[in-house]
Protein backbone atom coordinates (compact mmCIF):
# COMPACT_ATOMS: atom_id res chain seq x y z
CA UNK A 1 0.00 0.00 0.00
CA UNK A 2 1.42 3.26 -1.08
CA UNK A 3 0.61 6.31 1.83
CA UNK A 4 -0.18 9.07 -0.75
CA UNK A 5 -1.68 11.87 1.70
CA UNK A 6 -1.10 12.84 5.52
CA UNK A 7 -4.55 11.84 6.40
CA UNK A 8 -5.89 8.52 6.95
CA UNK A 9 -8.70 6.93 4.49
CA UNK A 10 -10.80 4.84 6.45
CA UNK A 11 -14.19 2.97 4.13
CA UNK A 12 -16.47 0.91 5.24
CA UNK A 13 -18.33 -1.50 3.78
CA UNK A 14 -21.39 -4.05 3.91
CA UNK A 15 -24.58 -5.23 2.39
CA UNK A 16 -27.98 -3.61 3.10
CA UNK A 17 -28.88 -2.94 6.85
CA UNK A 18 -25.14 -4.03 7.90
CA UNK A 19 -25.48 -0.64 10.46
CA UNK A 20 -23.02 1.21 8.49
CA UNK A 21 -24.43 4.31 8.80
CA UNK A 22 -25.27 4.07 12.63
CA UNK A 23 -21.96 2.93 13.50
CA UNK A 24 -19.85 5.47 11.77
CA UNK A 25 -22.47 8.35 13.83
CA UNK A 26 -21.47 6.38 17.01
CA UNK A 27 -17.51 6.92 16.10
CA UNK A 28 -17.89 10.36 14.90
CA UNK A 29 -19.56 11.12 18.30
CA UNK A 30 -16.63 9.64 19.94
CA UNK A 31 -14.34 11.19 17.69
CA UNK A 32 -15.67 14.50 18.39
CA UNK A 33 -15.29 13.62 22.61
CA UNK A 34 -11.56 12.83 21.88
CA UNK A 35 -11.29 16.05 19.61
CA UNK A 36 -9.98 14.15 17.04
CA UNK A 37 -10.37 15.81 13.63
CA UNK A 38 -12.16 13.86 11.12
CA UNK A 39 -14.65 13.52 8.22
CA UNK A 40 -17.64 11.61 7.73
CA UNK A 41 -18.91 11.65 4.41
CA UNK A 42 -20.56 9.21 2.04
CA UNK A 43 -20.94 7.50 -1.68
CA UNK A 44 -22.88 8.38 -3.45
CA UNK A 45 -24.09 11.46 -2.42
CA UNK A 46 -21.28 12.91 -0.38
CA UNK A 47 -21.52 16.67 -2.40
CA UNK A 48 -24.05 18.76 -3.68
CA UNK A 49 -23.89 17.27 -7.16
CA UNK A 50 -23.28 14.16 -5.82
CA UNK A 51 -26.80 14.40 -4.09
CA UNK A 52 -28.56 15.13 -7.56
CA UNK A 53 -26.74 11.73 -8.70
CA UNK A 54 -27.85 9.80 -5.73
CA UNK A 55 -31.57 11.31 -6.17
CA UNK A 56 -31.39 9.59 -10.20
CA UNK A 57 -29.94 6.07 -8.83
CA UNK A 58 -31.71 5.44 -5.68
CA UNK A 59 -35.07 5.96 -7.29
CA UNK A 60 -36.80 2.70 -8.03
CA UNK A 61 -39.48 4.60 -10.28
CA UNK A 62 -36.81 5.53 -13.20
CA UNK A 63 -35.58 2.68 -15.35
CA UNK A 64 -31.72 2.44 -15.56
CA UNK A 65 -29.53 0.15 -17.47
CA UNK A 66 -27.16 -1.74 -14.95
CA UNK A 67 -23.62 0.58 -17.53
CA UNK A 68 -25.61 4.21 -16.70
CA UNK A 69 -25.86 3.22 -13.25
CA UNK A 70 -22.47 2.31 -13.00
CA UNK A 71 -21.63 5.53 -14.60
CA UNK A 72 -23.38 7.26 -12.62
CA UNK A 73 -21.96 5.98 -9.13
CA UNK A 74 -18.42 6.71 -11.01
CA UNK A 75 -19.84 10.17 -11.60
CA UNK A 76 -20.57 11.16 -8.26
CA UNK A 77 -17.43 9.47 -6.69
CA UNK A 78 -14.76 11.51 -9.57
CA UNK A 79 -16.59 14.81 -7.75
CA UNK A 80 -16.51 13.23 -4.33
CA UNK A 81 -12.76 12.75 -4.49
CA UNK A 82 -11.66 15.70 -5.86
CA UNK A 83 -13.65 18.25 -3.71
CA UNK A 84 -14.25 16.26 0.08
CA UNK A 85 -12.00 13.08 0.11
CA UNK A 86 -8.23 14.52 -1.04
CA UNK A 87 -8.62 17.98 0.07
CA UNK A 88 -9.06 16.33 3.88
CA UNK A 89 -6.59 13.80 3.23
CA UNK A 90 -3.95 16.59 2.10
CA UNK A 91 -4.97 18.33 5.31
CA UNK A 92 -3.92 15.67 7.39
CA UNK A 93 -7.79 14.90 8.56
CA UNK A 94 -8.94 11.52 9.69
CA UNK A 95 -11.62 10.43 6.57
CA UNK A 96 -14.20 8.20 7.08
CA UNK A 97 -16.47 7.12 4.02
CA UNK A 98 -19.55 4.96 4.20
CA UNK A 99 -18.72 2.87 0.72
CA UNK A 100 -16.43 3.76 -2.16
CA UNK A 101 -15.16 1.60 -4.85
CA UNK A 102 -16.15 -1.52 -3.27
CA UNK A 103 -19.16 -1.48 -3.15
CA UNK A 104 -18.92 -0.95 -7.08
CA UNK A 105 -17.28 -4.01 -7.37
CA UNK A 106 -19.80 -6.21 -5.06
CA UNK A 107 -22.96 -4.54 -6.28
CA UNK A 108 -22.45 -4.12 -10.04
CA UNK A 109 -19.53 -6.84 -10.59
CA UNK A 110 -20.74 -9.23 -8.13
CA UNK A 111 -24.66 -8.61 -7.83
CA UNK A 112 -25.10 -7.04 -11.76
CA UNK A 113 -22.04 -9.36 -12.95
CA UNK A 114 -20.73 -6.38 -14.92
CA UNK A 115 -17.02 -6.82 -16.13
CA UNK A 116 -14.46 -6.43 -13.47
CA UNK A 117 -11.75 -4.70 -15.45
CA UNK A 118 -14.32 -2.19 -16.65
CA UNK A 119 -15.02 -1.55 -13.07
CA UNK A 120 -11.53 -1.63 -11.87
CA UNK A 121 -10.52 0.75 -14.76
CA UNK A 122 -13.76 2.95 -14.01
CA UNK A 123 -12.46 3.03 -10.50
CA UNK A 124 -9.22 4.17 -11.51
CA UNK A 125 -10.25 6.86 -13.26
CA UNK A 126 -12.58 8.50 -11.10
CA UNK A 127 -10.28 8.22 -7.78
CA UNK A 128 -6.92 8.59 -9.61
CA UNK A 129 -6.13 5.63 -7.92
CA UNK A 130 -6.66 6.78 -4.52
CA UNK A 131 -7.34 3.19 -2.04
CA UNK A 132 -8.47 3.11 1.38
CA UNK A 133 -5.86 2.75 4.32
CA UNK A 134 -8.68 0.51 5.86
CA UNK A 135 -11.47 -0.87 4.91
CA UNK A 136 -13.84 -2.66 7.31
CA UNK A 137 -16.51 -5.04 6.28
CA UNK A 138 -19.60 -5.19 8.13
CA UNK A 139 -20.29 -8.83 7.82
CA UNK A 140 -24.18 -10.18 7.63
CA UNK A 141 -26.43 -12.45 6.53
CA UNK A 142 -28.61 -11.41 3.78
CA UNK A 143 -31.70 -11.82 5.06
CA UNK A 144 -30.88 -10.66 8.78
CA UNK A 145 -29.56 -7.32 6.99
CA UNK A 146 -32.62 -7.19 4.65
CA UNK A 147 -35.30 -7.43 7.80
CA UNK A 148 -33.59 -4.42 9.41
CA UNK A 149 -34.42 -2.03 6.76
CA UNK A 150 -37.83 -0.23 6.72
CA UNK A 151 -40.57 -2.57 4.95
CA UNK A 152 -42.09 1.04 3.36
CA UNK A 153 -38.50 2.74 1.98
CA UNK A 154 -37.07 0.48 -0.26
CA UNK A 155 -34.91 1.91 -3.08
CA UNK A 156 -33.88 0.55 -6.00
CA UNK A 157 -30.69 -1.80 -4.71
CA UNK A 158 -33.00 -2.86 -2.02
CA UNK A 159 -36.07 -3.99 -3.79
CA UNK A 160 -33.26 -6.48 -5.74
CA UNK A 161 -34.06 -10.31 -5.18
CA UNK A 162 -32.67 -12.17 -1.95
CA UNK A 163 -30.28 -13.80 -4.53
CA UNK A 164 -28.88 -10.30 -5.67
CA UNK A 165 -28.18 -9.34 -2.56
CA UNK A 166 -26.58 -12.85 -1.27
CA UNK A 167 -24.32 -12.33 -4.34
CA UNK A 168 -23.28 -9.14 -3.31
CA UNK A 169 -22.22 -10.40 0.41
CA UNK A 170 -20.17 -13.12 -1.06
CA UNK A 171 -18.80 -10.81 -3.39
CA UNK A 172 -17.09 -8.67 -0.80
CA UNK A 173 -15.59 -11.90 1.33
CA UNK A 174 -14.12 -12.74 -1.82
CA UNK A 175 -12.39 -9.14 -1.75
CA UNK A 176 -11.93 -9.05 1.93
CA UNK A 177 -9.94 -12.48 1.07
CA UNK A 178 -8.31 -11.08 -2.19
CA UNK A 179 -6.60 -8.21 -0.12
CA UNK A 180 -6.34 -9.02 3.80
CA UNK A 181 -3.68 -6.18 4.64
CA UNK A 182 -6.30 -3.58 3.85
CA UNK A 183 -9.60 -5.57 5.04
CA UNK A 184 -10.77 -6.38 8.28
CA UNK A 185 -14.60 -7.85 8.81
CA UNK A 186 -16.83 -7.43 11.89
CA UNK A 187 -19.47 -9.82 12.54
CA UNK A 188 -22.50 -7.03 12.15
CA UNK A 189 -24.67 -9.84 13.55
CA UNK A 190 -24.08 -8.98 17.60
CA UNK A 191 -25.55 -5.59 19.15
CA UNK A 192 -24.64 -2.23 18.81
CA UNK A 193 -22.35 -1.74 21.32
CA UNK A 194 -20.34 -4.87 20.42
CA UNK A 195 -19.92 -3.88 16.90
CA UNK A 196 -18.85 -0.19 18.06
CA UNK A 197 -16.18 -2.06 20.60
CA UNK A 198 -14.70 -3.60 17.62
CA UNK A 199 -14.64 -0.63 15.13
CA UNK A 200 -12.54 1.73 17.95
CA UNK A 201 -10.49 -1.57 18.47
CA UNK A 202 -9.42 -2.19 14.26
CA UNK A 203 -9.08 1.49 14.20
CA UNK A 204 -6.69 1.71 17.24
CA UNK A 205 -4.50 -0.78 15.70
CA UNK A 206 -4.66 -0.14 12.07
CA UNK A 207 -3.94 3.35 12.42
CA UNK A 208 -2.29 3.80 15.35
CA UNK A 209 -4.76 5.52 17.05
CA UNK A 210 -4.50 3.95 20.75
CA UNK A 211 -6.77 6.98 22.11
CA UNK A 212 -9.52 5.22 20.72
CA UNK A 213 -9.45 2.39 23.27
CA UNK A 214 -10.67 3.33 26.55
CA UNK A 215 -8.25 2.07 29.30
N1 LIG B 1 -24.18 1.21 -4.32
C1 LIG B 1 -23.85 0.56 -5.50
O1 LIG B 1 -24.64 -0.22 -6.02
N2 LIG B 1 -22.65 0.81 -6.08
C2 LIG B 1 -21.78 1.70 -5.56
O2 LIG B 1 -20.70 1.92 -6.15
C3 LIG B 1 -22.12 2.37 -4.32
C4 LIG B 1 -23.33 2.09 -3.74
C5 LIG B 1 -21.18 3.34 -3.72
C6 LIG B 1 -26.62 3.27 -1.36
O3 LIG B 1 -27.60 3.26 -0.43
C7 LIG B 1 -26.93 2.11 -2.30
O4 LIG B 1 -26.07 2.21 -3.42
C8 LIG B 1 -26.59 0.81 -1.65
C9 LIG B 1 -25.42 0.24 -2.42
C10 LIG B 1 -25.49 0.96 -3.70
N3 LIG B 1 -27.60 -0.14 -1.82
N4 LIG B 1 -28.73 -0.02 -1.55
N5 LIG B 1 -29.84 0.02 -1.34
P1 LIG B 1 -27.57 4.10 0.92
O5 LIG B 1 -26.38 4.98 0.95
O6 LIG B 1 -28.92 4.68 1.11
O7 LIG B 1 -27.56 3.11 2.04
P2 LIG B 1 -26.73 1.90 2.42
O8 LIG B 1 -25.30 2.22 2.50
O9 LIG B 1 -27.15 0.79 1.57
O10 LIG B 1 -27.32 1.71 3.84
P3 LIG B 1 -27.89 0.38 4.34
O11 LIG B 1 -27.04 -0.76 3.88
O12 LIG B 1 -29.33 0.32 4.06
O13 LIG B 1 -27.69 0.48 5.82
P4 LIG B 1 -26.42 0.57 6.78
O14 LIG B 1 -25.85 1.94 6.70
O15 LIG B 1 -25.48 -0.54 6.66
O16 LIG B 1 -27.20 0.36 8.11
P5 LIG B 1 -27.90 1.44 9.08
O17 LIG B 1 -28.68 2.44 8.29
O18 LIG B 1 -26.96 1.93 10.06
O19 LIG B 1 -28.89 0.46 9.84
C11 LIG B 1 -29.98 -0.14 9.20
C12 LIG B 1 -31.06 -0.49 10.26
O20 LIG B 1 -30.53 -1.52 11.11
C13 LIG B 1 -31.42 0.67 11.18
O21 LIG B 1 -32.77 0.57 11.49
C14 LIG B 1 -30.57 0.43 12.43
O22 LIG B 1 -31.14 0.96 13.57
C15 LIG B 1 -30.52 -1.09 12.46
N6 LIG B 1 -29.28 -1.61 13.06
C16 LIG B 1 -28.02 -1.18 12.81
N7 LIG B 1 -27.15 -1.90 13.53
C17 LIG B 1 -27.86 -2.79 14.24
C18 LIG B 1 -27.50 -3.82 15.18
N8 LIG B 1 -26.23 -4.07 15.50
N9 LIG B 1 -28.49 -4.56 15.69
C19 LIG B 1 -29.78 -4.34 15.36
N10 LIG B 1 -30.20 -3.37 14.49
C20 LIG B 1 -29.24 -2.62 13.94
Redesign the pocket.
Known amino acids: MIKQYPGQFVT?E????????????LLSKYLDTLGHRHVVT????GTALGRQI?RI??NPETPVNPVT??LL??A??AQHVSEVIVPALKAGILVLC????D??L???GY??ELDFKLILELNEIATGGLTPDLTIL?DIDSSM?LA???PSG?????REALAFHQKVRQGYLNLAEQEPERWRIID?????S??QEDLRKLLAEKLSLPELVES
Open positions: LGPEGAGKTTQVKRDPGRLLELYEDRDRYTSTAYQGRFGRLHHDRLEATRPLLV
